[in-house]
C-alpha cells in the first residue's frame, strides 16, 4: 500500500500550490494523457545559464547581470537526475535530450552522461541519449562526450555569416568556433549529427541558402525552425516567422528535394531529400504546422518541475519530492498521475488563438524549462 502523493503545482508569481490530485494507479508503460498520447521522451534541461544572449531566446536586456539565475544549490544533483531518468525509463521512456541553457557548460556534464548511459530500458537496452548545444566548447567536450556514451549531438547554428551570427547570438561569437566544434563531433566519431538553424524572417533568412550549400554532401542534418513564441521576453511577432514551405521552396529552386517518411513516430521533423543524392534536411513548423497530436515530450526544470508543454506557464515540484524521501514507486505514480491529466496542446490553440493572444501569455522561458 503506498500513500498518496500530490505533486506541488508551481503557478508562476503565485507561489506554491498544490497541485490537482494525482491519481494512484500502477505505473504501466501504456498510460496515456487525455489525449491518448504515450510518455517516450525527456528534455532535461542541466542549467538554465548560458553564454550566448540569442535574440529570440535569451535577449541580453531580460537577462542582464540582474536576471535571477538559479543557485547552485536549487539545481538537481547528478544523482537527483539519474534517478527521475531512472524511474522516468520504468514508464516507457525512451529518449533523453539533455538541455537547457547551455548544457556543455554545467561543470563535470560528461560524468551526468555516463550516469544516464548505464540506464537500461525495462527491455535491457539502453535509452537513447541525447544533447543540444550551441557548440562554442564542443571543440573541448566532443571526445570526452562520445567516450561517456553520448549517442548524438545537436548543434544549433543560425547562419555563417559572422555579421548575421553575432546579430543573433548577441555576444559577438564568431561561426568558426562552433563549425570547429561541428567538425570535432565528427572527428569524436559521433554519426547522424543534426544542426538547427532558427530562422527569422528579415535577420537570417539570406543564410538559408547559404547553409544548405554548406553542408551538402557533409552526412550532416540541416533542420530548419520556424521561430516561436517561447516564454514571455523575446518579442515574438508573426511577421518574423518564416513558414517552413517557404524555405523548402527556396532550396528546391536551387537544389531540388524530395519529401521523406518520417523516421519514427512523432518525430517533430519533416525530412527532405536531395534529388542528387547530396543527404537531407529537415524542417520543424512549429508555429505553420502543429504536430501536438503526437507530441510524448515531458520537460524536466534545471531545478526538478516537470513541464508538460514547452509553452507550459506552470510545473509540478519534483525536487521537493526527491528531497523529502519520497519513494521510486511514490514518484513513479506521482509522475502517472500527472501525465494521465495532461491536456496541453498549445500549439494548436495558438493557431485558432490570435497573434496578439499568444505573443502575451505569461509561459516559462525556454533557457530554464530546456529546449
Ligand atoms: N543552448 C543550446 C542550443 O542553443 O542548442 C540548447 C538549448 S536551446 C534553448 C535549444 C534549441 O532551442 C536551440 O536549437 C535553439 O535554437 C532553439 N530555440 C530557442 N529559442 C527558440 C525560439 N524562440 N524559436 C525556435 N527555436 C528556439
Ligand atoms: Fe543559449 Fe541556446 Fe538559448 Fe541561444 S538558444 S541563448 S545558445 S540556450
Ligand atoms: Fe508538445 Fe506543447 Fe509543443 Fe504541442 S505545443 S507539440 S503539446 S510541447
Keep these: 500500500m503506498v500513500d498518496r502523493v500530490i505533486p506541488i503545482r508551481i503557478d508562476e508569481g503565485k507561489g506554491l500550490a498544490p497541485a490537482m490530485p494525482a491519481t494512484l494507479m500502477a505505473p504501466s508503460s501504456k ?24 535574440t529570440y531566446c535569451m535577449p541580453k536586456e531580460v537577462f542582464d547581470q540582474n536576471y535571477p539565475y538559479l543557485s547552485q544549490d536549487a539545481l538537481l544533483s547528478f544523482e537527483e537526475i539519474t ?104 572527428e569524436a566519431g559521433f554519426e547522424s549529427i543534426k544542426v538547427n538553424m532558427v530562422v527569422k524572417k528579415g535577420t537570417n533568412d539570406d543564410e538559408i541558402i547559404p547553409m544548405a550549400k554548406h553542408f551538402r554532401h557533409s552526412g550532416v542534418t540541416l533542420r530548419f525552425i520556424e521561430f516561436m513564441d517561447v516564454g514571455s521576453s523575446n518579442g515574438w511577432d508573426m511577421s518574423e516567422v518564416l513558414p517552413s514551405k517557404a524555405v523548402i521552396e527556396r532550396i528546391n529552386a536551387l537544389y531540388p528535394l524530395e519529401p521523406i517518411e518520417a523516421n ?82 498549445y500549439s494548436e490553440i495558438r493557431g485558432q488563438a490570435t497573434a496578439e493572444a499568444a505573443r502575451q501569455s505569461q509561459k516559462v522561458e525556454m533557457s530554464y524549462i530546456g529546449g
Excluded at 33 to 53: A, E, M, Q
Excluded at 124 to 140: A, H, Y
Excluded at 148 to 156: D, E, P, Q, V
Excluded at 271 to 281: I, S, T
Design 31 to 54: 498510460s496515456l494523457d487525455t489525449r491518448g498520447r504515450p510518455l517516450r521522451d525527456l528534455r532535461i534541461s542541466v542549467t538554465d545559464r548560458c553564454n550566448f544572449r540569442c
Design 83 to 186: 534517478r527521475l531518468t531512472t524511474i522516468f525509463t520504468s514508464l516507457g521512456i525512451e529518449k533523453i535530450r539533455l538541455t537547457g541553457g547551455e548544457p556543455l557548460l554545467r561543470k563535470n556534464i560528461e560524468t551526468l552522461v555516463s550516469m544516464l548511459a548505464a540506464i537500461r530500458k525495462p527491455d535491457g537496452t539502453p535509452l537513447e541519449l541525447t544533447l543540444t548545444t550551441n557548440g562554442s566548447i564542443l571543440r573541448k567536450k566532443a571526445l570526452q562526450l562520445k567516450q561517456a556514451g553520448l549517442h548524438r549531438i545537436t548543434i544549433s547554428l543560425d547562419g555563417l555569416s559572422d555579421a548575421i551570427f553575432k546579430r543573433m547570438n548577441d555576444v559577438d561569437f564568431p561561426v568558426g568556433d562552433v563549425l570547429d566544434g561541428i567538425t570535432a563531433a565528427q
Design 264 to 345: 519514427y513516430a512523432g518525430e517533430v521533423a519533416q525530412r527532405w531529400r536531395y534529388r542528387d543524392g547530396a543527404g537531407e534536411v529537415g524542417v520543424i513548423s512549429s508555429v505553420t504546422q502543429t504536430f501536438c497530436h503526437e507530441c510524448t515530450r515531458a520537460r524536466i526544470s534545471t531545478d526538478g518541475q516537470l513541464y508538460l508543454c514547452l509553452f507550459a506557464s506552470q510545473g509540478y515540484d519534483f525536487k521537493t519530492m526527491l528531497r523529502s524521501g519520497a519513494s521510486d514507486l511514490e514518484i513513479a505514480n506521482a509522475i502517472m498521475g500527472t501525465w494521465s491529466q495532461r491536456t496541453d496542446h
